[in-house]
């Protein structure tokens, strides 16, 4: 059969649209140049040695007794981390969506859903050492322990459980909603407890996601760099060792080469969580429940569980607040009263934390438009267009979603600092605020992307193309009808992206010059100096700057989002 | 009221179309549209009929644009089209699914297209309101679609689409979300406006007695291919397969062998008796012949040109029932305003006739 006609047709169409031509092409060269060629330069730069391809640089970094342990760590790490969150974010789920609580602890249950999206990174490691630490509020001052070491191994696996439980928590409660609960109302008809009713239908259906939250949260544990450099103490991860690699061995290919590896661990992951369990996840639960669930109302269930919930997201919360608190003490561990602004008064005069905050801020302002709508084309694109290299714009931008931030910033000084393979070539970008705003609009993409991809995914594509059957161009069909419908979802990409800027670090740490400051950056030397009431302030604010954009977002949906014009009406 | 006529209608011509697809399952190219050949009349309004799966919106979808033909030629209005993207094509599509704009109240999405074609503001003022007469939707301007009935939303969806004087309307089964009842009385309505504007149309759908009621010209497809072309009148009494026999309403196939042919006219031997048609094909003595009855033009009684026997009767208010067995064959009957006439009951002998002029040999 012929089918070259009609390739080469859609092709004539794609090329009588210059629009739509102009943008797949910028988009080709912007997935390749900064996300596909700082990866590929790092494989390059660790195979090619003195005399052609060799694998010598693979295998100086094994020989090396701390890279081996940082492996190591971070598996361990990431695995026990894996496994809590998903459990605790089990329990949370399922409480959420099958036990009848009472309204307050539902409020509590969405602070905790909340709050890892809003603050910096690295918070609940500052409050870990504040409570637990060896000056810990509750160590020293409630259990009267002196020697406490909190830095290390449990450290991290603490702190990153907490941080990380609540996205297990919303993935899981997604999923268990749509399970349609007649199958379990059957199976408790025939006779089973409601453990058995558990174990035997809940469970099995739950499967594929409880290993898809595992993963996830795996891989952000592996790619977690904060956390480990401000609690880790002397266990070092691969990420931190990448960095102390750089930054103090001042060995870029060294580093290039451990970077390749961390990302061979979280590509193999990401691997198998999207290609596999994705799939499987959406295979058992296909549509919506039917009916509302009958809520389990028996005390001898509801009080355990939610006393224990309540307790956990307690626990979470106050983890946050130590945090604002911490930076009102006069001196933490020694001198609580009496309360003081000092702190916060010192970040602006002796710290330059306005020069922090307008930097911050103004590149993470810059980023995030560019994030949103760049998101937002590709989502239309792979949603609602046909065309070649499709294939390519999606696979690269949901790759991006496995790539540590780590990498990508070893990867851009591999890439950059020298210019395009080391040619020179576009050596100008290097140590600009422009490649940090690249980089935050790389890091923030895949979310947005995803997002985006799902919320086009329910508009009828009919809806786009009467109005292109009507005349309009790619462009105006874009803005008068594809935008307007995601409004809202346009609106939070947009938020989440400059949320996601503004708190990042891991890659931007590595690629930072002296002509900005950052405030993640500043961040955590203070944090690594030890000053942790000055590193609290600098959070402090911080968070009021991410919640108030946040609800500064839900003020604008809620008056002039489009679900509010289309639901008004109803 | 200004004049709402098609400035211009076009003819459509398909010239030896084929869709090639990939099955998704087997991986392998398959003909989903193969070798369609036709042409539409100017101010004409066609049908492409078929059961699920035919490749009716597939072809629909390459006229407006959304597919290219991986064989042959689409023309508008004597224009080859293949290489124009769907806006730049003059067809104006009404979906299935309405795909009204919900950001949009009623009148911007009637005046969406007139906007992007840069009408001054008074004239689309004046465009919308006669448009949204025609439709029987005025007052309705400032309503949002999700406050219109699912009748009424396809109302909207056809006058955006009419105001646009497009040289040809395209329709992909634009009433299946409607109630029995509105079906009907939409169908009529879309046949009206067609009429009065005398605009090109073509309409996809697979419920038969719809594409009957509309069409000048309806195009039955199978498979991929066309199984038979002509007015509903043809495709009814003069149906070239058992496939349109079947397809176009209830029907009955009583199988012989020719008997005697002559000029218009032959004799099939059924059950040992030699029945009349009436046909215009050259057939010859001794070859298999097979006729098509549809059920209303079968005659029951005492007296007649097949001895049967009743197996089942059933009064159904405006007709009786019957199913007969003539030889073999199970045949059908309807017997219109049975009150007048004599009711036979399971078990009874019989006898059918009809006019050699209701059957045909196919
Ligand atoms: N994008 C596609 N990829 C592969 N096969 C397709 C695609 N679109 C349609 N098909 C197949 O092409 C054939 C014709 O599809 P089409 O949509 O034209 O049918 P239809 O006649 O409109 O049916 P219906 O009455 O159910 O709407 C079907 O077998 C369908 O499965
Ligand atoms: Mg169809």
């Known amino acids: 059969m012929a089918r070259g006609q009609s390739a080469s047709l859609d092709r004539k169409k794609l090329m009588a649209d210059p629009i739509m031509m102009t943008t797949i092409v910028v988009l080709i060269a912007f997935l390749t140049l900064f996300i596909l060629y700082p990866l590929a330069i790092l494989l390059v730069d660790s195979l090619y040695g003195e005399g052609g391809v060799t694998l010598d640089i693979f295998q100086r970094i094994f020989q090396m007794r701390t890279f081996r342990t940082a492996i190591t760590n971070t598996l361990k790490v990431g695995f026990v981390v894996g496994i809590l969150s998903t459990l605790i974010g089990l329990l949370f789920a399922y409480v959420e969506v099958y036990v009848k609580m009472r309204k307050a602890v539902g409020g509590l249950f969405k602070v905790v859903s909340m709050l890892p999206v809003v603050s910096p990174p690295f918070v609940l490691s500052l409050s870990m050492i504040m409570l637990f630490g060896k000056a810990g509020l509750i160590t020293r001052f409630v259990l009267g322990i002196y020697d406490n070491n909190i830095y290390g191994y449990w450290g991290i696996v603490i702190v990153q459980t907490l941080t990380f439980f609540p996205v297990c928590y919303m993935m899981l409660k997604g999923l268990l909603k749509n399970i349609d609960p007649s199958m379990e109302e059957a199976s408790r008809d025939m006779g089973a407890s409601r453990w058995k009713v558990f174990t035997t239908v809940t469970l099995p259906l739950l499967l594929p996601g409880l290993g898809n939250a595992f993963l996830v949260t795996f891989i952000e544990s592996i790619a977690d760099f904060a956390n480990p450099m401000i609690i880790g103490g002397s266990y070092d991860t691969l990420a931190t060792t990448i960095y102390l690699q750089i930054t103090g061995a001042m060995d870029k290919q060294g580093a290039a080469a451990m970077a390749v590896v961390l990302l061979c661990i979280t590509l193999a992951m990401f691997a198998v969580q999207k290609y596999y369990l994705e799939r499987k996840t959406a295979a058992t639960l296909t549509g919506k429940a039917s009916r509302a669930r009958m809520l389990i109302e028996d005390k001898s269930v509801t009080i355990p569980l939610t006393v224990l919930c309540s307790l956990a997201a307690i626990f979470v919360i106050m983890m946050y607040i130590c945090v604002p608190i911490g930076a009102l003490f006069p001196t933490w561990g020694y001198k609580f009263t009496p309360l003081t602004f000092k702190w916060f008064e010192q970040v602006f005069t002796k710290y330059r934390g306005l020069q922090a905050f307008r930097d911050s801020f103004v590149l993470s302002l810059i980023a995030s438009p560019i994030t949103a709508l760049l998101s937002m084309i590709i989502s239309y694109l792979v949603v609602k267009r046909k065309f070649r290299g499709k294939g390519f714009i999606e696979a690269v931008s949901i790759l991006a979603m496995a790539v540590p931030g780590t990498v990508l910033g070893v990867g851009y000084i591999r890439g950059y600092a020298n210019g395009l393979f080391h040619t020179g070539v576009l050596s100008g970008l290097y140590g600009t605020g422009l490649i940090l705003i690249i980089v935050f609009v790389v890091r923030s993409l895949p979310t947005g992307t995803r997002s985006g991809i799902s919320a086009l995914r329910q508009i009828d594509k009919s809806i786009e193309e009467s109005a292109y059957d009507m005349g309009a161009d790619s462009l105006k069909v874009f803005t008068s009808v594809t935008l307007p419908l995601i409004k809202d979802s346009f609106l939070s990409g947009l938020v989440t992206a400059f949320v996601r800027s503004i708190t990042a670090i891991s890659a931007i740490i590595l690629l930072v010059t002296p002509s900005y400051l950052l405030i993640t950056v500043q961040i955590n030397e203070f944090a690594e100096k030890g000053a942790y009431s000055i590193a609290c302030a600098f959070a402090t604010i911080l968070i009021l700057i991410t919640y108030g954009s946040v609800v500064l977002m839900n003020i604008v949906i809620k008056h002039f989002g489009t679900s509010r014009i289309i639901k008004e009406v109803e | ?362």
Request: proline letters at 5%; charged letters at 20%.
């Open chain 2, 1 to 362: 009221m200004a004049d709402l006529r098609a400035k211009q209608p076009k003819g459509v011509k398909l010239d030896h179309i084929s869709k090639i697809y990939k099955d998704p399952k087997t991986g392998k190219d398959f003909y989903a549209v193969h070798d369609v050949d036709l042409s539409i009349e100017p101010g004409t309004f066609v049908t492409l009929l078929g059961p699920s799966g035919c490749g009716k919106t597939t072809t629909l979808r390459m006229i407006a644009g959304f597919e290219s033909p991986d064989e042959g030629e689409i023309y508008l209005g004597g224009e080859p089209i293949n290489s124009l993207t769907p806006n730049k094509r003059d067809t104006a599509m009404v979906f299935q699914s309405y795909a009204l704009f919900p950001h949009y109240n009623v009148f911007d999405n009637v005046a969406y297209g007139l906007r992007l074609r840069k009408v001054p503001k008074a004239e689309i003022q004046q465009r919308v309101t006669d448009i949204l007469a025609l439709v029987e939707l005025s007052g309705m301007e400032q309503r949002m679609t999700n406050q219109l009935s699912g009748g009424q939303q396809q109302r909207v969806a056809l006058a955006r689409a009419l105001v646009v004087e497009p040289g040809v309307l395209l329709f992909d089964e634009p009433l299946s979300n409607l109630d029995a009842k509105l079906r009907v009385q939409m169908r009529t309505e879309i046949r009206r406006i067609q009429q009065a504007l005398g605009i090109t149309a073509i309409y996809v759908t697979h419920d038969q007695s719809e594409a009957m009621a509309i069409s000048d010209n309806i195009i039955l497809m199978k498979k991929g291919v066309i199984a038979q072309m002509g007015s509903p009148t043809e495709i009814y009494y003069r149906p070239n397969s058992e496939f349109v026999a079947d397809f176009i309403g209830e029907c009955n196939f009583l199988k012989g062998s020719i008997a005697s042919a002559g000029a218009g006219q032959a004799a099939v031997r059924i059950a040992g008796v030699d029945v009349p048609v009436a046909t215009e094909k050259s057939v010859r003595v001794g070859e298999a012949g097979e006729i098509v009855l549809r059920p209303e033009a079968i005659v029951i009684g005492d007296t007649g040109l097949l001895p049967c026997r009743v197996e089942l009767s059933c009064f159904m208010g405006s007709y009786q029932n019957y199913h007969v067995r003539v030889g073999d064959t199970l045949v059908k009957i309807t017997d219109n305003c049975p009150i007048n006439k004599k009711v036979f009951k399971v078990g009874d002998s019989a006898y059918i006739s009809f006019d050699k002029n209701c059957a045909h040999l196919l």
